[in-house]
């Protein structure tokens, strides 16, 4: 193992889930680093790869400081710090590391790494290097330079780096295409421990699980990159892409090498594919030449798409003519039963087309996730009397059998226009710099005896006090245990 790769838990390094009940440790590996580390073996380099979080969950008392100390030390070791909800468990997970192997330059990247890169280096001695938006050619030259190739470490683009006491920015110059996507394996996981095991995750209401049948497994798989949408709560929108990794809207791998990965899964024995972006919003050509592949190599897998607005007749007609039902499952966010509310978040569709958008899902009986949000702005007791009354309507419109119901609580996501511009939204931010996600996931890492949902979110809207959130989330619970579908209470945890 010459890099090792760690998906970090949100929790410390040498979490202990034997002791204490954790909230959700955030398992899922972001999509794009397959791609990084099958880039890095295809270029000549041993690479190991540790998913933190399921480690810690398969075996409760597992000890990652002894893990370390076990193996030969690597030179370099490469953190994902996507999410925000990885930024204590991140660097911990970095400050372990050189603990355990003081040689080893440290190196993290994604949205959130993107955003803090600055404040990151300044502040945490443990990171020697980050790497700003898209990161393959920056990757492959630092890999060079640390393993003493003739490169020039001022020269990688996108690379945040420190001389002496300064933290500099390389130039952003490389940005991905889609015809470089294409060309990277983003199917192989044969590097990470326990692959089998990870396949098998599967998110639910309550939070996440490992399936007791690995056999039964899935695959998240990009297609592209970016967004075309600017979801207010949301920090991988449009305007944060373009900010932060030069991109204007999506970068779109070609159908007919997304069509070549998802038979590979199927002939690998996955039962599941689910999609890093909704290729119903890429248009009808893209997603019909998909389908039209699949079907011509007789591929039947299940298929998981989160819809970011609601698809055409047409795409709902092509996507179940093509996939595996008994594996598949769409997810659909009105996020509040009102529909200046849901328009104010970024959903543009009234409650009449989405009831019969769920009929034209119910005619192929595909399996649907509906999510609701109950603290986005501008939900207050009102209009959650209307998130209640379609919550109703599609439990009684819906088979059973076939729906998932959840209306969690969001925290506000750095870059999201709610935290760039909270005054136009009627709230009060209290999350701005790393340091505060830092401290709050530090802090949320565990599950509370006593909490009001919708505390230490990193705002609030004026006007709406958490304990009022936490008086919807009583009545959203009461509601829950009354319907026939899987219906879930508010959680509490983070």
Not at 203 to 220: C, E, F, M, N, T
Not at 446 to 460: A, D, K, S
Not at 469 to 488: G, K, N, S, T
């Amino acid at each position: 193992m010459e890099i090792l790769y760690v998906h970090p838990a949100k929790q410390e390094a040498d979490a202990r889930f034997d002791k204490y009940i954790p909230c959700s440790p955030y398992p899922f590996i972001p999509v794009g680093v397959v791609g990084l580390v099958n880039m890095l073996r295809r270029e000549g380099w041993d690479v190991a790869g540790l998913n933190l979080p399921m480690e810690l969950t398969m075996r409760p008392d597992f000890s990652f400081r002894r893990w370390l100390a076990d193996q030969p030390p690597a030179k370099m070791a490469l953190i994902d710090l996507h999410w925000y909800e990885h930024c204590f468990g991140a660097i911990d997970t970095a400050r372990m590391i050189k603990s355990v192997w003081p040689d080893a330059v440290t190196v993290i990247g994604g949205l959130t790494t993107s955003n803090f890169a600055e404040e990151i280096l300044a502040s945490h001695p443990e990171v020697d290097y980050a790497i700003r938006g898209d990161a393959e050619e920056p990757l492959r030259q630092l890999a060079r330079y640390v393993f003493g190739g003739d490169v020039d470490a001022a020269a990688i683009p996108n690379l945040v780096r420190r001389t002496g006491s300064e933290v500099r920015q390389n130039p952003r110059s490389y940005f991905a295409t889609g015809e470089m996507l294409d060309g990277l394996d983003f199917v192989s996981t044969d590097w990470l421990a326990h692959a089998q095991s990870y396949g098998a995750i599967q998110y639910s209401g309550a939070g996440w699980i490992r399936l007791q049948d690995p056999d039964v497994r899935g695959h998240w798989l990009t297609i592209g990159r970016g967004c075309v949408f600017n979801c207010i709560y949301c920090g991988g929108g449009k305007h944060s892409h373009s900010e932060l990794a030069g991109r204007n809207g999506y970068v779109m791998r070609s159908p007919e090498a997304v069509a070549e990965d998802i038979r590979r899964l199927r002939d690998a024995g996955y039962r599941q594919v689910a999609l890093s972006l909704d290729p119903a919003t890429f248009g009808p050509e893209w997603w019909q030449t998909l389908f039209r592949l699949l079907r011509q190599k007789a591929v039947k897998i299940g298929i998981y798409n989160e819809f970011f607005q609601l698809p055409s007749r047409e795409f709902i007609a092509e996507f179940s003519a093509t996939a595996d039902m008994a594996h598949t499952e769409v997810a659909i966010s009105p996020l509040s039963g009102d529909e200046e509310v849901r328009r104010q978040n970024g959903k543009f569709y009234a409650n009449e087309r989405f009831l019969r958008t769920l009929e034209d899902f119910k005619r192929f009986e595909i399996p649907i996730f509906v999510y609701f949000s109950l603290n986005l702005p501008g939900e207050t007791f009102k209009t959650f009397k209307r998130t209640l009354e379609l919550a109703q309507a599609v439990g009684q419109a819906y088979p059973s059998h076939l729906l998932r119901m959840l209306n969690p609580c969001h925290t506000l996501d750095p870059m999201s226009p709610m935290s760039r511009n909270p005054e136009q939204f009627g709230m009060e931010v209290a999350y701005r710099t790393f340091a505060d996600y830092y401290n709050y996931c530090r802090a949320t890492g565990w599950q509370p005896r006593n909490v009001l949902r919708g505390q230490h979110r990193g705002f609030e809207m004026k006007g709406r006090p958490t304990k009022t959130v936490e008086q919807m989330a009583q009545i959203w619970d009461l509601f829950a245990e009354q319907q026939p579908f899987r219906c879930f209470p508010v959680p509490r945890g983070w």
